[in-house]
């Protein structure tokens, strides 16, 4: 059984900048100890010492306990998800209607602490997501640690404070400060018109106070300047704005459609004034700020946005910047999600290649010193023997991700289809966990808040004390408060060897989920995609509920085997992936008590373009299908798609920003495309729907208009699990032997 653990609390020593939670997919959590940095002097201890940057005489930091500031704004979950982060008394962004539960320990007395775990669930009668706060109390004695359900009094003995939007969807962002005392000031921060809308969540936004907390640091779309009123007196011309509201503004792609001119801000709480940050290079567009330790530099993410922008999952041209215009990561290289040490004198980032594929191996840097940079975990090509660290993979580090000794840092990231035990330099802190997946959210006065689930399994919060250097595993576990398993639910991982002769023989893996097994054999729904951890997801369990196995295939490609595995893909887009997951299918059937006459799909995007050309392959063998949002026609989205790049790197031809499809190219496209073959499909579906229904097909389109590429939302994601049930219920019909 899966359980919360906590560890003893202790006395703060200090606290990392930033607060919110990591969301890295299937989470090893590994503990990377910054390699050659020297014994901490005295001197180093109390703020002295170089740093990536100079410190003046505000650099030290407030001794008011553990009231070390930095935070931002986090996105709004998942339906039916639950998540957490470790919060000190410090500021936190929660839009009302949205916003990240979070798992916070708002203040400790020495050897009691207490804590608030705020989770979310859908509600489907009234279409919304509900989010509602558990307390516990945590009691160390004798080295022991016991936790509780607590309810705790309206009085909060924290004197920190917080910020919030305070206001509903739609309407202007009103920053709001909170003291011990209640709110201390509100600021609509539109209204001052220096900027236009705040980036309250995504992958640009940011919410730090100052050291000093005086001042806020966070990200805006830029004014636009108003079009003047119609006017018989305006003379053609002579209106620097006329002929401008109608100008083409480009914006980042899925899901950031309303992002087009990010700027750097800053609230001056006392003053309440806004003013915008200048000297930002003009072909960058910044976020993912924080202030450097004496409050008079700001360290930021630049995106490249020449000479056009594509969709932010492809645009990786992107480096580490001080403000103004320091840049601080090597080029061309891709770095982000930069994060500033305790003590202030080391700034650990992720970095990858430019090009390729849109999710790679990442290096683990770190700027220390005079501002030199050194390597902490390099890429990982191809796991060999024993080895079971297999990279970085994470699209960004915990916003609180340092120890307080500033002399190690935990990450989370894939690691096959599960978490490992093992990383080169450091050790995982879910060692000897039975679990499926681990999630570090965040740690603060090293306690570690991390979440373990399985697919039969859902996500509980939980805790643990980060030990001394070098005796990481003798950790300690405490319960906190046990998730109840899916009755009869069983999953288990499939190691899957593909043959020998091909460019890449390293085995994959694939998860397969069953219920229980008094009606074997079952019908089996088999779900490819790019990387599937063996985490809680409650749409697969209620498939199993409902009598489905479920295969979730990792083919070669997918991310956590390595980076040589996921180039082993570019130039066989349609070929190694789909044979990869035709070859999963054929060893459960082999090795499980599963009905080969019924079988089904479903996916989505890519892993749509897979079901389809599995359908054209095997027209006979699948009896229903249900994708979402599915690639089926690769030259019809170079036009159209905001990631034009892939169409080119992913079936081995060179991309360019002035690149324009040839013969050759389009021809190629086409023929690696499932529309192509849509004369071989010979049942039902809900692709290819003209395509189909002339060839006389029955099909059925489902079209949300409000749900994006990803399908999301409480009412939509209801909708679709429902209707692809159904679908699969009334095509997958009981075998003729049943009674």
Known sequence: MSRCQLPAPRSPPGCAQGSGSGTAPSQAHALAPCPAVEPQTAAAQHGGGAAPWPRGDGGARKARGSRQRGCRATPAPATGSSAASLLSPAP???????????????????????GALECSQPDLRRRRLLRFSRHYSLQRAGGSLTASRAALSGRDPATSRALGDGTGRGAPPLAQVWDGGGRSHGVDLTALGKHGRVYTEGPFACLAWSHSETRLLYVAERSQPRPPKPSPWLVPGAAGLQGEQFVYREDWGEALSTCSVPVLCVLDIEGSSVSVLEGVPEHVSPGQALWSPDDTGVVFVGWWHEPFRLGLSACRAFSIWKWPAELLSAQPRAACSPRLSPDGRR?????????????????????????????????VQEPTGGETFTGIYATELPPRCWAADSRRALLGTPQRSRTVTLVPIGVLLSAGSPEGCWELLTIQWDLLVATCSAPHQPTPPGEQQLPPLGQELSLRWVTVEDAPMVPGITWKTLMVQPPCGGQSTQPFEALLLSPPGSKAPHPLVVCPHAVFDARWRPSMAALCRLGFAVLLVNYRGSLGFGQASIESLLSRVGEQDVADTQLAVEQALHSEPLDPHRLALLAGSHGAFIALHLLAREPKRYQACALRNPVSNLPALLGTSDIPDWRYVSLGLPYSFERVPGAEDIATMLQRSPIAQAHRVRHRGMDLYRVLRARGVPTRLLWYPEGGHALAGTETEADVFGNCARWFLQHLRQPRHSP
């Not at 936190?92 to 207490?114: M, N």
């Not at 980032?349 to 005079?370: D, I, K, N, S, T």
């Open 92 to 114: 936190h962004w929660v839009p009302q209607g949205g916003g990240r539960p979070s798992f916070s320990t708002p203040v400790s007395w020495g050897s009691r602490a207490l």
């Open 347 to 379: 700034l650990l980032y992720l970095e990858g290649a430019v090009g390729g594929p849109h999710r790679q191996c990442l290096q683990l840097r770190m700027v220390r010193g005079h501002g030199k940079t050194v390597m902490v975990l390099d890429v």
